[in-house]
């Protein structure tokens, strides 16, 4: 239930992010409410929820055993230091973590978003071959149109260009692979079937610098945030061939793609790929409070752990890693998606959500479609000249229709929570379809 508290007249003070500003505070969109599959306006008005928020309330909204464990929480363990110390919330999470993980998985470093992971990822890799006498390897290896977060490593690696082109030197060091959105692909159900060979470009970067200088690449398995944008079949496999064969970490940014997102709890698992390391945050709390983690195979972990037992083995880490509210939210989270078996429900509901998807084939404007798991991705053919306005307007009038999506340019992405009903899915297409013919 929304508290009872007045919408504020008053807009200035807040800096919103990713955001047209004044677009926005000419017309504000408010939301005071949320619960399971909707969102409660400023209004009054029930919206469905497309896109679990950002990508992130897998298990929908105001779910009562995640309320119940922070609510418990707050009142009995606030705030503990993970520098030096513990308590055993923490510990008790990453192991359910790992439970889950793709064997070979054993170690879990917390931090507070998904930008963060990435952060730490990159440094634990650089790190990780300085560790093992091998300090030249500090080249990270990104890809085009990929987005790993919004801080400087996350923005170097990524590759959307108006996320870097603002904000001046990036990370030296650093190269891309190409994306791997290729015409022919247009229209595919799940995985498409060109583009492998678009990993053999780590072969040419090896090439052009030296494995003895590169120390990890850095992928999302499905390129979310960017517009939903499916690796090749084999694809994956080849980046982990030529990872492996020139010592070069792995590294799957899963922050989209993880805690179910792909009837799996992990990508790694529905690819079967392993990575060295595995990037997470959103769907580990539900979204209910900032948490990521990285996920690490036992190689990396115990490179670290050598030398003097009291020593620090990496000078890294945040404030409010491991922070016990987190903590129980993520525990609760993970009891929740089990409980009611939402990673299975996800791969069964998949199919229909797949045909419902694609059902928008002749609608206005849509140039192609494509999905997997729980994510769709519907591309609209920009206005000459005006490019990502069809897309925003079609965002407003999804908006005052009753449903939220998500725009990336001129592609509309949504990714509902795993709870959703084959009737919702009726609603949230045919509803967009509307949208569409009547842009």
């Known amino acids: 239930m929304a508290l009872d508290r007045p919408t504020p007249n008053d807009l200035r003070a807040f800096w919103m992010p990713f955001t047209a500003n004044r677009q926005f505070k ?40 995640i309320t119940e464990a922070v609510q418990k929480q707050v009142a009995e363990l606030d705030y503990a230091p993970a520098f030096q110390m513990g308590h055993p919330i923490a510990f008790e999470l990453a192991n359910r973590i790992i439970d889950i993980a793709p064997e070979g998985i054993d170690h879990v470093f917390y931090t507070n978003s998904g930008s963060e992971s990435v952060e730490t990822a990159l440094k634990i890799a650089i790190a990780y071959h300085r560790a093992r006498g091998d300090g030249a390897r500090t080249r990270l290896i990104g890809r085009e149109r990929g987005y790993h977060g919004v801080n400087f490593g996350g923005i170097s690696v990524g590759g959307i260009v108006n996320n870097r082109k603002m904000f001046g030197t990036m990370l030296g060091g650093v190269d891309h692979l190409p994306h791997t959105h290729l015409p022919e692909n247009a229209w595919t159900k799940g995985q498409p079937e ?68 792909l009837g ?25 409070i900032p948490m990521g983690a990285v996920l690490t195979t036992g190689a990396v972990h ?38 009611e078996g939402l990673f299975d429900r996800c791969a069964e509901i998949a199919p229909y959500w797949e045909e419902a998807l694609h059902s928008l084939r002749d609608a206005r404007h849509v140039i192609d479609i494509r999905n ?36 990336t340019g001129d592609i509309i992405a949504m990714s509902p929570p795993l709870i959703i009903e084959r009737a919702q899915v009726d609603e949230l297409i045919g509803t967009l379809r509307d949208v569409l013919d009547n842009l």
């Not at 949320?34 to 298990?59: F, K, P």
């Not at 030529?242 to 899963?254: M, Q």
């Not at 799996?264 to 209910?288: E, I, R, W, Y």
């Not at 003097?308 to 890294?316: A, D, R, V």
Request: aromatic share 8%.
């Open 372 to 407: 997997m798991g729980l994510i769709g991705a519907v591309e609209l053919e920009p206005i000459p000249g005006a490019p990502t306005k069809r897309a925003f307007s079609a965002f407003l009038k999804a908006y005052e229709k009753g449903i939220l999506i998500r725009t």
């Open 264 to 288: 799996s709890p992990f990508a790694a698992q529905h690819f079967d790929v392993l990575p060295d390391m595995m990037t997470t945050a959103k769907g580990l709390t539900n979204g209910v």
């Open 194 to 261: 060109h583009g492998a060979n678009l990993a053999d470009d780590l072969e040419r970067i090896v090439a052009l610098h030296g494995a003895e200088t590169i120390a990890a690449c850095i992928v999302e398995p499905v390129a979310g945030s960017t517009g939903v944008l499916l690796p090749p079949r084999g694809y994956l496999e080849r980046l982990r061939e030529i990872c492996t064969k020139h010592g070069i970490l792995l590294i799957f940014d899963e922050v989209i793609t993880g805690f179910g997102r």
């Open 302 to 339: 115990d490179a670290f752990m050598q030398g003097p037992e009291h020593m620090i083995e990496l000078f890294h880490g945040y404030t409010y890693s491991g922070n016990p509210i987190a903590c129980a939210a993520g525990l609760a989270t993970l009891e929740t998606y089990a409980e």
């Open 26 to 65: 000419a017309s504000p969109r408010m939301f005071v409410g949320a619960r399971d599959m909707h969102y409660t306006t400023a209004e009054g008005r029930q919206v469905l929820d497309g896109t679990a928020g950002l990508w992130c309330c897998n298990a929908g909204h105001c779910r009562p055993k």
